[in-house]
């Protein structure tokens, strides 16, 4: 590990106040990053956030107008890429159809004329942690989905790189072969030792790899933290619409009551403070779908009159489609219990205040 200037360790990855802009867009804005050698970090944002403008200038694929990127305290900015030592997977795997597992596994040490006693090593090395024995004299059109994305992982990692950029690489396969990739990912990861940078618009795959996520919003980096914090505190309205599934309230804070008013449903909770209130008492509430409580609308308690429009299984959970007396849905989430409730049963919405986020309007 190198030292910066001041004397103190240099992050791994150190992505200081970078800039891009292409003539009038301005695909990302001072945004910063330092990344953990052992870490695995989700860039999370939607179409057009700036997501992969930040994976091509960590690759060197292009520049910054302002900004610099160090790599374990050395300046790289001006790097090409095949000089920053650095693997990448794209969402287009693009494994070479007629090519054998072996010889695509091989095509980037070939390329850097690495020794062939060394590509040898390297190609036992990539069948055994990516457990590919048997498949390496195999056509891509002979391996299934997972298997020709376990190759194209081991073309990334063939070359022992500094770190991998992985950019939307399950995004063409199933949901099922999705969540064990991920696993496997996680895995990969965690053996090597090396940061993956992962890019998606997928928030569940943000969360179920990764042990930071950065959300990105507009070219902005909008928060950065662990992952269940970023879940469970989302730190601005965006983060608690994006990550995880919330329905929105509007309402009011009253700072002598110290209580929230959604006066759309009459009803009111208690709340503490709300943060940078700056004198606006409009508020925006966000609860996550699986915090709200329900209860039989007979039993009197304070809540939102709701009925069940639709009951939706999924799993262990259920979805229960509510439509209050405003003519509004709501979508509540519970575990599954022996008998889902039935269409029509009248009930009363409500949560815990300290499981939902209170913003100022307008943020
Ligand atoms: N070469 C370019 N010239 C002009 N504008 C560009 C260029 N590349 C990207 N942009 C713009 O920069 C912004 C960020 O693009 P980027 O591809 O980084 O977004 P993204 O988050 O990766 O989106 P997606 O998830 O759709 O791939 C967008 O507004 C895009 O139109």
């Avoid at 639709?310 to 979805?319: H, I």
């Amino acid at each position: 590990m190198n030292q910066s200037q001041n004397g103190a360790e240099a992050p791994y990855i150190r992505i200081a106040n970078i800039s891009r802009q292409y003539g009038q867009v301005r695909a990302l804005h001072d945004l910063s990053i330092d990344i953990d050698k052992h870490e695995f970090i989700a860039i999370l944002g939607p179409s057009g956030s700036g997501k992969s403008t930040l994976l091509r200038l960590i690759a060197g694929l292009d520049r910054p107008t302002a900004g610099r990127i160090f790599f374990d305290g050395v300046d790289v900015t001006d790097l090409p890429p095949h000089k920053r030592g650095i693997g990448m997977v794209f969402q287009e795997f693009l494994l070479f159809p007629h090519r054998t597992v072996r010889e695509n596994l091989a095509f980037p040490l070939r390329m850097t004329n690495q020794p062939p006693q060394m590509i040898l090593e390297r190609l036992d090395w990539a069948e055994a942690i990516l457990s590919l024995n048997g498949l390496m004299d195999r056509y891509p059109n002979q391996l299934s989905g997972g298997q020709q994305q376990r190759v194209a992982l081991g073309r990334g990692l063939v070359t022992h790189p500094t770190l991998l950029l992985l950019d939307e690489p399950l995004a063409n396969l199933d949901r099922e072969l999705r969540n064990e990739m991920e696993v496997e990912i996680r895995r990969y990861q965690k053996q090597l030792g090396i940061p993956f940078v992962y890019v998606t618009h997928n928030q569940e795959e943000a969360l179920s790899m990764s042990d930071r996520v950065a959300v990105i919003n507009g070219g902005k980096l909008e928060a950065l933290g662990e992952r269940q914090l970023i879940y469970d505190h989302p730190p601005t309205p965006f983060v608690a619409r994006f990550v995880g599934k919330s329905t929105r309230f509007d309402g009011a804070f009253d700072a002598a009551s110290k209580k929230v008013d959604l006066q759309r449903y009459n009803y009111s909770f208690p709340y503490e403070e709300v943060a940078e209130r700056k004198g606006n008492a409009r508020v925006e509430v966000f609860v996550k779908n699986e915090r709200f409580e329900l209860l039989p609308s007979r039993s009197g308690s304070a809540g939102i009159p709701c009925t069940v429009a639709d009951v939706v299984l999924r799993g262990p959970f259920v979805e229960y489609i509510l439509e209050t007396e405003a003519d509004e849905r709501i979508i509540a989430v519970q575990p599954k219990r022996e008998e889902p409730l039935a269409l029509g049963t009248k009930l009363s919405l409500s949560w815990n205040p300290s499981q939902c986020h209170v913003f100022p309007a307008g943020r």
